[in-house]
């Protein structure tokens, strides 16, 4: 993967202008060593947007044996991982040269742990903390939950606790040769990929990490008319929305009451979007909101949630006819599906609407969409 970031400061990186700021934290000495962990199959999305908003110390790189996970050295505030849209949760790693978790309990390992849980809290307050390790419930962490309790003040709640320390087996290995243990302390209360303008559950709605892939795989231009067809609860046109300004963004759907639930998030995202009653398969789309779209999004019906499997072979195609008359000359359609089968067959069938530039798989809780960026032709 290459690096984009904008790499390692100068000898005097105290005076990056982040630190100038009023109210500012002064940024570490050193860099911080972070986990992004995300959806697997969007490994290089992440690294990439990584690279943009953190003030990264070398490339991204992949954690031993993980498919969802990225080793970052950042030098700015922590407070920056907020900004990340496409990772589902970031971790400061704090790497212990030590044979067993008993150790973690020895004076400076303890501080160490009392001290990244306090950045963590600058960033976003939590009440209570919990693990994430095997033998959670050994007296070892029973142990361990007093001391970083009697610390910090926070309360242990095993179940629901908010900042979240992962305790494993260290990775790589340590100064003595052995991996050590590894404890990994979430940065907030949330992980990144619960977003706060969600105020209503919409059932099947996009997982926001991966709608925040999508736009970053479509291109920002503040120039861009943006048209989601079949937008639901509006997860796509809220991530692009608050990715950068749009010259005009309209959502469509055939359900008033995914109408209401996208203008309930969208409205908790203060993003400005325009939404219609509309059939996104057919002319009846171009009828109620005219053409030249330059930046058309879709997650169309899957399985039987919002359609059937026979069904969404047609509205595949006629999504795609439809999508494509709305379109701009040049415009980008960005279509996430689970229908894999039923999408390449529609995509060979309106190969002279469509080119295909990318496809990303991407492996979410048992599920395995597709991002497929199209190309109007
Ligand atoms: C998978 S959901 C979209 C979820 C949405 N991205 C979200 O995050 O909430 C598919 C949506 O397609 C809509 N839909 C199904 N057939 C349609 C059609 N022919 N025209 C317009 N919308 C349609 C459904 O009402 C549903 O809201």
């Keep these: 993967m290459a690096q984009r970031g904008r790499g390692r400061p100068p000898a005097h990186h105290g005076s990056h202008p982040?630190?100038?700021?009023?109210?500012?934290?002064?940024?570490p000495r050193t860099a911080t060593p972070l986990e992004l962990t995300f959806l697997p199959g969007l490994g290089e999305i992440v690294a990439d947007e990584a690279s943009d908003v953190l003030l990264l110390d070398g490339p991204p790189t992949p954690v031993p044996g993980r498919e969802d996970a990225l080793d970052v050295a950042h030098w700015g505030p922590l407070s920056a991982v907020l900004d990340l849209r496409t990772a589902v949760a970031a971790f400061v790693v704090l790497r212990f040269d030590v044979p067993r978790p008993k150790s973690l309990t020895s004076g400076d390992h303890l501080q160490r742990i009392v001290d990244a849980m306090y950045s963590s809290l600058r960033?976003?307050?939590?009440?209570?903390?919990?693990?994430?390790?095997?033998?959670?419930?050994?007296?070892?962490?029973?142990?361990?939950?007093?001391?970083?309790?009697?610390?910090?003040?926070?309360?242990?709640?095993?179940?629901?606790?908010?900042?979240?320390?992962?305790?494993?087996?260290?990775?790589?290995?340590?100064?003595?040769g052995d991996p050590g243990w590894?404890?990994?302390?979430?940065?907030?209360?949330?992980?990144?990929?619960?977003?706060?303008?969600?105020?209503?559950?919409?059932?099947?709605?996009?997982?926001?990490?991966?709608?925040?892939?999508?736009?970053?795989?479509?291109?920002?231009?503040?120039?861009?008319?943006?048209?989601?067809?079949?937008?639901?609860?509006?997860?796509?046109l809220v991530e692009r929305l608050t990715a950068g300004p749009a010259a005009e963004a309209v959502g469509a759907d055939l359900s008033g009451d995914a109408l209401t639930h996208a203008s309930e998030n969208l409205g908790a995202a203060a993003a400005d979007a325009r939404l219609v009653t509309a059939d996104c398969t057919g002319p009846?789309?171009?009828?109620?909101?005219?053409?030249?779209?330059?930046?058309?999004?879709?997650?169309?019906?899957?399985?039987?949630?919002?359609?059937?499997?026979?069904?969404?072979?047609?509205?595949?195609?006629?999504?795609?006819?439809?999508?494509?008359?709305?379109?701009?000359?040049?415009?980008?359609?960005?279509?996430?599906?689970?229908?894999?089968?039923?999408?390449?067959?529609?995509?060979?069938?309106?190969?002279?609407?469509?080119r295909v530039r990318s496809e990303t798989r991407v492996f979410a809780k048992g599920h395995h969409p597709r991002i497929y960026v199209l190309d109007r032709t």
Excluded at 18 to 27: K, M, N, T, V, Y
Excluded at 124 to 153: P, W
Excluded at 188 to 205: E, N
């Design 18 to 27: 982040a630190d100038r700021r009023p109210g500012r934290r002064p940024a």
């Design 123 to 176: 960033v976003g307050s939590s009440s209570s903390f919990r693990f994430e390790a095997a033998g959670s419930d050994s007296a070892v962490f029973t142990r361990l939950a007093e001391l970083l309790a009697e610390a910090t003040g926070l309360r242990y709640d095993e179940a629901q606790g908010q900042l979240v320390l992962r305790v494993r087996r260290g990775v790589r290995p340590g100064p003595s």
């Design 182 to 236: 590894d404890v990994l302390v979430r940065i907030g209360s949330r992980p990144l990929s619960a977003r706060t303008w969600r105020v209503v559950d919409f059932p099947g709605a996009a997982n926001a990490t991966i709608a925040a892939a999508m736009v970053r795989l479509a291109g920002l231009a503040d120039s861009d008319r943006v048209l989601n067809l079949m937008c639901g609860s509006g997860t796509l």
């Design 284 to 354: 009846e789309l171009v009828e109620a909101v005219g053409t030249g779209w330059d930046l058309l999004l879709a997650d169309p019906p899957w399985g039987t949630l919002h359609g059937t499997h026979a069904t969404n072979a047609e509205v595949h195609a006629g999504m795609l006819r439809a999508a494509h008359d709305a379109a701009a000359p040049g415009a980008r359609f960005v279509v996430l599906t689970h229908e894999i089968k039923v999408m390449e067959r529609c995509l060979r069938d309106a190969d002279a609407l469509w």
